[in-house]
C-alpha cells in the first residue's frame, strides 16, 4: 500500500511458500496489540485462526494447541454421532409440501443454527447473538485484530457459567479450568463455531441449487449419491479456500 505497512502477494507460489515458512511469516495477532488491548481481544481474534505455530517474536504460538484441543469434535466417528439429531432438526423443520419457501432463508439456516445449538451446547439464541455481531462489523479484517466490548464480555462470561452446561461448550469450560484454554480462547470456540453455521447453510443452499440445476435432485436422497455432490458445494462456497 502506499503507506508501506502492507504488502501484497498475489503469486499463489509465493504464497503457499511464505505460510510454511513460520520463522518469517505468522499469521499469530496478539503481539501486534498491546498487553492492555490483549485481554480484550473480540473472540473471533482468539480462535485458532488468529494464531500460528510462532509469534512475531518468534516464540511457539498457540495453533497447535488450539486445534489438539478441539480435533476430537471434528472426528468422522463425531460427525456421525451428530447425524441422527441432526437428521431429525431438518425433518422436523422441514416446509409444509406445497407452498414455496426460500431454502436459505427458511430453511437451511434455522435448521443449521438450531442443530449448532445443540451440538455446542448453547441456545439458538447464543448462536445468531455471534451471527449478527459478525454481520454487524463487515469486513472483519479491515480492522484486525478485533476488539471486544463489555456487553460481548459478559455475554460469553456468563455463557460459561452456566450450571447446566453441555456438549463443546462443557468441554471447553473443562479446558479452562485445566489450564489447556484460556477463558478468551473459550470464548473464541465458542463464537467462531456459531457464525460457522451461516458459511454451513450457504453450502446446503449451493448443494439443492446444484442438484436442481444439473437435473440430479432426485438422486439427493440417497447418502451415497448426494456426498459428491456436497462435498462439492462446501469446496465451491467455502469461504475458506483448501
Do not use: K
Not at 107 to 116: D, H, K, R
Not at 149 to 160: I, S
Amino acid at each position: 500500500d502506499d503507506d508501506g505497512r502492507v504488502v501484497h502477494v498475489h503469486d499463489y507460489a509465493t504464497i503457499r511458500a511464505l505460510r510454511r515458512d513460520p520463522l518469517r511469516v505468522t499469521a499469530d495477532v496478539p503481539e501486534t496489540v498491546t498487553a492492555e488491548e490483549r485481554n480484550r481481544l473480540h473472540p473471533v481474534s482468539a480462535f485458532v485462526w488468529a494464531t500460528d505455530r510462532r509469534t512475531m517474536s518468534g516464540c511457539p504460538g498457540r495453533h497447535g494447541a488450539l486445534r489438539t484441543a478441539m480435533a476430537s469434535w471434528f472426528t468422522a466417528s463425531a460427525a456421525v454421532a451428530r447425524r441422527a439429531t441432526t437428521r431429525s432438526t431438518a425433518e422436523e423443520l422441514v416446509p409444509v409440501p406445497g407452498w414455496a419457501f426460500d431454502v436459505y432463508h427458511d430453511y437451511a439456516v434455522p435448521v443449521v443454527i438450531a442443530s449448532t445449538a445443540e451440538w455446542l451446547g448453547v441456545t439458538i439464541a447464543d448462536v445468531t447473538y455471534a451471527i449478527a455481531d459478525q454481520i454487524s462489523h463487515g469486513e472483519f479484517f479491515e480492522h484486525w485484530p478485533m476488539l471486544s466490548t463489555e456487553a460481548m464480555d459478559e455475554h460469553y462470561r456468563a455463557l460459561m457459567a452456566r450450571p447446566r452446561l453441555s456438549g463443546v461448550a462443557a468441554e471447553t469450560r473443562e479446558l479452562v479450568a485445566t489450564g489447556v484454554l484460556t477463558e478468551r480462547e473459550a470464548w473464541g470456540i465458542i463464537y467462531a463455531l456459531s457464525v460457522s453455521a451461516v458459511a454451513t447453510a450457504a453450502a446446503v443452499t449451493l448443494a439443492v441449487g446444484l442438484s436442481v440445476e444439473h437435473g440430479s435432485w432426485e438422486r439427493m436422497a440417497d447418502s451415497a449419491q448426494a456426498n459428491a455432490p456436497v462435498q462439492e458445494a462446501i469446496r465451491i462456497g467455502s469461504p475458506f479456500p483448501p
